[in-house]
Every structure is written in C-alpha cells, then in structure tokens.
Nanobody
Framework: VQLQASGGGLVQAGGSLRLSCAAS??????AGWFRRAPEKEREFVGA????????YYADSVKGRFTISRDNAKNTVYLQMNTLKPEDTAVYHC????????????????WGQGTQVTVSS
C-alpha cells in the first residue's frame, strides 16, 4: 500500500485548506489523519470508516475539520476550516484494518506527510 498526501501549504489564521490522500494497492477499512508539530508528539486528528458513515475527530479539531472519502478514487480528504496557528504541523494520512482506530500503532500504512503552516 502506498499513500500520497498533498494539499498542504501556507495559510493565514481563519483560512481553509483541503488535504488529499491518494492510496494505491490494498486499502483497509479505516483511513485516518495524524499531525506532528515541531517538538511535539504525533497527534491523532480524525478518521473515517470504509463506508464513510462514521467519522470521529480529536477535540482540538472537532467542528473545524471534516474528513471524507471517495472509494472510487481511493482518496481520502481532510477539509480544514478556521485554521489556527496551533494547527501548524506535518499532516500524515494512514490506513488501519481496525474500526475506530485512533492510536498510531493501529495504523499499518502511512503516507509521507504534507506541511501545513498557519500564520497569525
């Protein structure tokens, strides 16, 4: 499985970005997003089930971020609105065979990450 994340960039606080994660090869039921800010631990952002019927998010992004997926395109999206400087991080997508996975060890495959920088 290969995952390719894209869509990162520099945006002002309050702005929006949409990240994409394209998968090739075998994919698993749950697709998730994580982020890692400088000098911080990797943080779970949110995830979506295979059907797309179930999504769940970290409290820090709930109400601002939305995850969706298009299985026909093998692509998962992370729509980020009302961005804050504290959202600045490298964002990674990953896939897991487990339902409602939110821990890094539950994810089997990872993309290389895309940088998101939010200026104040």
């Amino acid at each position: 499985v290969q995952l390719q994340a894209s869509g990162g960039g520099l945006v002002q606080a309050g702005g929006s970005l949409r990240l994409s994660c394209a998968a090739s090869g075998r994919t698993f039921s749950t697709a998730g997003w994580f982020r890692r800010a400088p000098e911080k631990e990797r943080e779970f952002v949110g995830a979506i089930s295979w059907s797309g019927d179930s999504t769940y998010y970290a409290d820090s992004v709930k109400g601002r971020f939305t995850i969706s997926r298009d299985n026909a395109k093998n692509t998962v999206y992370l729509q980020m609105n009302t961005l804050k400087p504290e959202d600045t991080a490298v964002y990674h997508c990953a896939t897991s065979p487990r339902a409602r996975a939110s821990r890094t060890y539950e994810y089997a495959y990872w993309g290389q990450g895309t940088q998101v920088t939010v200026s104040s």
